[in-house]
């Protein structure tokens, strides 16, 4: 069991030889792991984290929420296939699905979002909870980019409150 999968630095290469598991396969469950990265090898987005389940994203077939958000919110495509990937274009999908998606699809996506919450519980001194739960195993919604959520928040609030003092 992980309590915290960003402790975890197991590499898959310890397998190779078990369970039918190949060097190309190791390499590329760690690849997976580690995240999307720019060209310049700097992180672009978490992977999946240690623990959780392949099946949705990185299995044979991409699963169809994840196809279709890549072919009717970012290609503009019904016709674009998930196949046409390569580690050369795959920086420019990630920046052009970034952009897509900016601010977010929902207003709970980005940390600005959630000034009326500030505003009616925090600045008026009634206080208030935010409350947020976000398991390690999940393999769609990578928790490390929920982290970074809290984290922007946080930093936000804490700006604006030091604004009215």
């Known amino acids: ?3 915290d999968a960003r402790a975890c630095n ?3 290469t310890a397998l190779v030889g078990q369970h039918g598991i190949s060097a ?7 690849l997976i792991w580690r995240g999307s990265q720019s060209v310049d090898g700097s992180l672009s987005w978490y ?3 240690r623990g959780a389940k392949f099946d949705a994203l990185a299995s044979l077939s991409l699963m169809g929420i994840a196809a279709g958000q890549a072919k009717y919110w970012v290609e503009l495509d019904p016709e674009w296939d998930y196949h046409s990937l390569t580690y050369e274009n795959y920086p420019a999908f990630y920046d ?3 952009k897509a998606m900016e601010p977010g699809p929902t207003a709970t996506d980005n940390a600005e979002s959630i000034k009326a919450f ?5 600045m008026q ?3 208030g909870k935010l409350i947020m739960w976000h ?3 999940d393999q769609m919604i990578m928790p490390e980019g929920t982290i970074d959520y809290y984290n922007q928040v946080r930093r936000r609030l804490t700006r604006m409150l030091l604004l009215y003092t």
């Open 1 to 3: 069991m992980l309590r």
């Open 10 to 12: 197991y590499s898959a």
């Open 24 to 30: 190309g396969e190791a390499k590329a469950i760690d």
């Open 47 to 49: 992977g999946i984290p």
């Open 96 to 98: 052009k699905t970034v």
């Open 118 to 122: 500030r505003d009616k519980a925090g």
């Open 125 to 127: 001194g009634e206080g």
């Open 135 to 137: 398991g390690w195993a």
